[in-house]
T-cell receptor, first 112, second 111 residues
Framework: KAGVTQTPRYLIKTRGQQVTLSCSPI?????VSWYQQTPGQGLQFLFEYFSETQRNKGNFPGRFSGRQFSNSRSEMNVSTLELGDSALYLCASRTGATGEQFFGPGTRLTVL | QKEVEQDPGPLSVPEGAIVSLNCTYS??????FMWYRQYSRKGPELLMY????GNKEDGRFTAQVDKSSKYISLFIRDSQPSDSATYLC???????????FGGGTRLMVKP
């Protein structure tokens, strides 16, 4: 079974721009969560989508948003990029029946 | 104080040693406990998953959860240089949808 895939793998943007990241979960998984990883703050939860509905949201500003499609694929959008948004953005999927979450390789975003 | 505390290391051991990694937590609502391994510039890889208290063994890895002490452990037997990575503990409540991570312990296994 294929794992979680994320595109693009690397991205360079400038302050003020916006960015969209994509995640395809493991086949059959209906829940997709997004996390931000930085050296200073570690791994932090952004939000979770299940059956196209956002079920939970972490403590991030409204510039961070997401959505999920009917095929469970998910996108995350960050508007008005700031230097501090430079991070590894990770997507994780699970069936929804258990707590096991499987991570993708991440998208490394650099904001200049 | 963070909800999940983990010694950042680095922890350096010789090849073949038994490694003990630990996390403490403060939220008694946590029910799912996981250990992930993360190599540099890669995504976290799920190693062990435990629901509630108890022990779980998988090959060279053993995970222990002591909810009364709010303490979880990961043991690695016969450690290999390929085990050199950052190990992250993670946990969530019964909904299982939002993981809270420790800061990670960097492990180095010397040949």
């Amino acid at each position: 079974k294929a794992g979680v895939t994320q595109t693009p793998r690397y991205l360079i943007k400038t302050r003020g721009q916006q960015v969209t990241l994509s995640c395809s979960p493991i086949s059959g998984h209906r829940s997709v969560s997004w996390y931000q990883q930085t050296p200073g703050q570690g791994l932090q939860f952004l939000f979770e989508y299940f059956s196209e509905t956002q079920r939970n949201k972490g403590n991030f500003p409204g510039r961070f948003s997401g959505r999920q499609f009917s095929n469970s694929r998910s996108e995350m959008n960050v508007s008005t990029l700031e230097l501090g948004d430079s991070a590894l953005y990770l997507c994780a999927s699970r069936t929804g029946a258990t707590g096991e979450q499987f991570f993708g390789p991440g998208t490394r975003l650099t904001v200049l | 104080q963070k909800e999940v505390e983990q010694d950042p290391g680095p922890l350096s051991v010789p090849e073949g040693a038994i490694v003990s990694l630990n996390c403490t937590y403060s939220n008694s609502a946590f029910q799912y406990f996981m250990w992930y391994r993360q190599y540099s510039r890669k995504g976290p890889e799920l190693l062990m998953y435990t629901y509630s208290s108890g022990n779980k063994e998988d090959g060279r890895f053993t995970a222990q959860v002591d909810k009364s002490s709010k303490y979880i452990s990961l043991f690695i037997r016969d450690s290999q240089p390929s085990d050199s990575a950052t190990y992250l503990c993670a946990m969530s409540n019964n909904a299982g949808n939002m993981l809270t991570f420790g800061g990670g312990t960097r492990l180095m296994v010397k040949p």
